[in-house]
């Protein structure tokens, strides 16, 4: 087979597993996702892809995994690490999740969902003077409709740390 038509086959299984994906049927998606994989293993997509179903079906240790193949695949993949720290942060590991948040800001400084995400980790393990940092750093954003939502709850935080610190 020609390495475009390896390519091809293997995009062909990625969309046919985001389609599996969108209908919920995870299993379905990791099926089609890892034949995306075995056709060409450098996507580094499939691996976030694959490592969305993984989540949604709860098996963090191999989303985990799949996550950080995509991230030494493509080591500028935010969403790879943005997801990974989602997971570790889920899983209760909160440093190694403020150490992935802390890369997509590196990689991307106007990533507001990476600073919301790194702020609540901070919030919830009590820190909340990085909590209240990372919240202000959102605010100071210049705000656009993909970023709205966040910048509201990020107010909201902001406010209840005040109220819980008297500020």
Not at 117 to 124: C, V
Not at 137 to 147: E, K, R, T, V
């Amino acid at each position: 087979m020609a390495e475009d038509e390896k390519l091809t086959s293997a995009g062909v299984y990625r969309y046919s597993g985001v389609g599996y994906y969108d209908k919920g049927d995870f299993e379905g998606a990791i099926k089609d996702f890892t034949e995306a994989i075995r056709l060409d293993p450098n996507a580094f997509e499939s691996y976030v892809l694959r490592g969305y179903a993984y989540e949604k079906k709860r098996d963090l240790d191999k989303a985990i995994a799949d996550y950080a193949n995509a991230i030494r695949l493509n080591p500028n993949c935010k969403d790879a690490y943005c997801n990974r720290g989602n997971v570790y942060k889920g899983k209760g590991d909160l440093d190694k999740a403020i150490a992935d948040y802390t890369e997509v800001i590196r990689l991307d400084p106007n990533h507001a969902i990476a600073y919301y995400n790194r702020g609540s980790t901070y919030y919830s393990k009590g820190d909340l003077n990085k909590a209240n940092a990372d919240f202000n750093a959102i605010l100071q954003l210049s705000p656009n409709a993909d970023n709205a939502n966040v910048i509201g709850a990020a107010r909201n935080n902001l406010d209840t740390i005040r109220r819980e610190r008297g500020w």
